[in-house]
């Protein structure tokens, strides 16, 4: 029988709630709170999955080399994948990101969003199998949120997790600028800093007690698209998140110097009047997501700070898709 072979693209996600900490353990890698995340159009990851009755092993090339370090949750990912297929063929996944890798832009959700499109559509399984979502989350927590577009609700209902488009990309076009303060990729993994955290930092309680609560609230600046109240909670959720990282041990800092700097001048932009927002997630990267007006006002003022080398502009994306013959 001849190879089975399929091509995904799938955006990053930044979330505005936040997902941090774990259930447990496990393969299933089960998140501990809820997220809320907006899919972000200007970077993509691409993927092409082939299943072969002559491979030995499953093997993931990420940006033209080996990637030993992802073994686990690749075969865990796939081993779902084929025995939903019925089918025990290993695997060879070719990914590429057209940005930072492993830096805090969410590699990982996009990567595995892509790569669970693609091997399903390889394996024959129908795109609209309801378990592809908690397939993708195997791969990695956030991934569920890049299957879909726009602004994206995941929640987790015991062993199952579902997501909710809350609007679509068109129906809130807001737009984010990425600061890139770095290209390294960061020292501790958010898998590893998140078991970290919940057992040791003595916020963590409070983190998961008051996840619900901003969940509610900013699903509902969502459904008025009331901006402020969008941006006071999200900064508030993102420095919560990193007031559990910081009181962590060993510490989990992951801010440079320019993180800070771009987080004090986006507070002092938005108290002049411009609709501009922060958040930050497991790395050095500052995300403004402001109202489209102010993009390039913003963007310019971003790529003056010292420290940023770079900055990566776009709206918000649609969920990820398999590429046909055409694409
Ligand atoms: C998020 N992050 O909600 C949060 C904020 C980082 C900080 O989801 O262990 O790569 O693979 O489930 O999905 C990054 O964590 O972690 C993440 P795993 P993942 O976007």
């Given at each position: 029988m001849a190879r089975m072979r399929a091509t995904a693209v799938a955006h990053p996600n930044v979330a505005l709630i936040k997902y941090w900490g774990k259930r447990d353990d496990g393969e299933a890698n089960l998140p501990a709170v809820d997220s809320l995340s907006i899919t972000l159009g200007a970077m993509q990851s691409r993927s092409t999955v082939a299943f072969d009755p002559e491979f030995a092993d499953d093997e993931l090339w990420l940006n033209g080399r080996r990637?030993?370090?992802?073994q686990a949750r690749l075969t865990a990912c796939l081993d779902a994948l084929r025995s939903l297929a019925g089918i025990g063929w290993r695997a060879r996944v070719e990914s590429r990101n057209d940005f930072p890798t492993g830096?805090?832009?969410a590699s990982s959700a996009s990567g595995y969003a892509a790569l669970t499109v693609a091997a399903a559509a390889a394996l024959g399984i129908p795109a609209g199998e309801p378990r592809l979502v908690d397939i993708a989350r195997i791969g990695s927590g956030s991934a569920p949120r890049s299957l879909y577009g726009g602004f994206v609700r995941l929640e987790q209902h015991g062993e199952q997790t579902r997501c909710r488009s809350l609007l679509a990309a068109a129906d809130w076009p807001l737009e984010v600028v990425v600061a890139v303060t770095t290209e390294a990729p960061k020292a501790t993994s958010s898998r590893d800093g998140m078991r970290l955290s919940r057992d040791s930092s003595p916020y963590y309680p409070a983190w998961l007690q008051t996840q619900p609560a901003d969940l509610a609230a900013a699903e509902a600046s969502i459904a008025t698209r009331d901006f402020p109240a969008l941006a006071e909670l999200a900064e508030h959720n993102c420095l919560k998140m990193h007031a559990v990282m910081l009181t962590t041990r060993p510490p989990?800092?992951?801010?440079s110097p320019a993180t800070l700097a771009c987080l004090q001048a986006i507070q002092q932009w938005r108290r002049d009047g411009l609709p501009v927002f922060f958040t930050v997630d497991a790395g050095p990267q500052v995300k403004a997501v402001c109202e489209p007006a102010a993009a390039a006002e913003i963007e310019q003022r971003l790529a003056a700070i010292p420290g940023v080398l770079r900055t990566i502009r776009g709206g918000l994306g649609e969920g990820a898709r398999l590429l046909t013959g055409d694409d």
């Open positions: 990637a030993p370090g992802e830096a805090g832009l989990l800092l992951y801010w």
